[in-house]
DNA sequence: CACTGTCATCAAAGATCAGT
DNA sequence: ACTGATCTTTGATGACAGTG
């Protein structure tokens, strides 16, 4: 490797493709070190002659681990926090992907009545549809999560499966039929489609999701990621709200692992360290979304509580979220009462984010700043 | 201008890989 | 063997360019 030129997202082609452009040169023989030139605006850097951003690095960062390119002082900033902290994101939290349905179409439906026990929607075809309240889940898709603001369902999930010894098995299809008959109609207009799905046992249950994963992970207090986003961005939910996700998104779950408070994780992956340094490493997308998938965010370094200080620490950042998701609750009447409780999340998520930056041991004032730049990623 | 084939996009489906 | 994570392919959709 001689030299590496990295656009990033920008688009360096003109038309509709969407291109992510990198432009290697290579030599004959080996060399300890290579030309970065991570290009941050294209037209200046066109009309540039000597290219101001250039830096030297070291061949080792191009190594069988996804390639991660740090300014000079995002690299202290890193190794700082990497010296400060034992543990990993992973070790103190579960990161989970959401469910898959194979046929969102579907399961998912939206409430357009309901009375005591059932719920009225238009299926697919437009057909006016009832189906039992009970075999239905809030859910959301295709929604905006905020940590400044309490999740409010925006779909209905219809979810066939039952409690049997703590775990949610699929529910006997003479079951489904008797207790829920108008669901029961409903599914089976579309056992063709259902059954169509390539799944285990498609043939006998042809009303199941399309995968079993991660059916028994929504029944605690936990984290959702929106994925992939422009920014870093946790919500907590205590709501058992039911999510889609893997691979590319749409969402992400988190939930703590040990003893470890969910409003420390809350405040973790809302922290512009964390923001920055998973930026850092994962995929970015047209228009600067970056992906905050399990595999680009499971290694975080995170202090593990060592000394008292950091339990008190610790114990009054889980205060200030715990106040700010209190607000997150509270239904405001004015929009004076609404932007006063906005200046005190604000007020609240600046005082926790510079006490978690206390525990890692950076000037916060200082991380900020160097969070304005943008950098590369793989 | 309508028609048609091509291409890009997005995200879901499908397949495969990995860990227990 | 099974569950869950991740990688790859596909399918639906819409924009667009070329053609008669």
Redesign the pocket.
Known sequence: MKQLIHFGADQVFE?????YTCIVITQNGKSDTFIFDKVRDLTRWKNESTKTEIINLPTEVLSEAPWVFPSKREQEIISQIEKTCRGKLIDIA????GL??????IFFLNPEKEDDKHVYFSDTEGGAQMIEKEVLRAAI??KAVSPFQYIIQNKKLIFPYEQKNGRNVLMSEENLKMRYPHAYKYLLQYKQKLQ?????NAEERWYQF????????FNTQKLIIKN?ALQACATFDDQDILF???????YYGVRPKNNTEVLYLLALLNHPIFDKWVKLRSSV???GYYSF???FI?DFPVKISETENDDTTIKKIVEYWGKIVQLNKVTSTTPNQNAEILRQKTFLKFEADRLLSGIYGVYHEELISVNDEENGDE
């Open positions: 038309g509709q493709a969407t291109t579960e990161i989970f992907v898959q349905t194979s046929a969102d179409s898709l295709d169509a799905r390539k799944m285990p399309g995968r079993s994963q991660s059916l028994n992970k992939p889609t996700g893997g691979g590319n998104g749409p997308f047209r228009g998938g399990r595999q499971a």
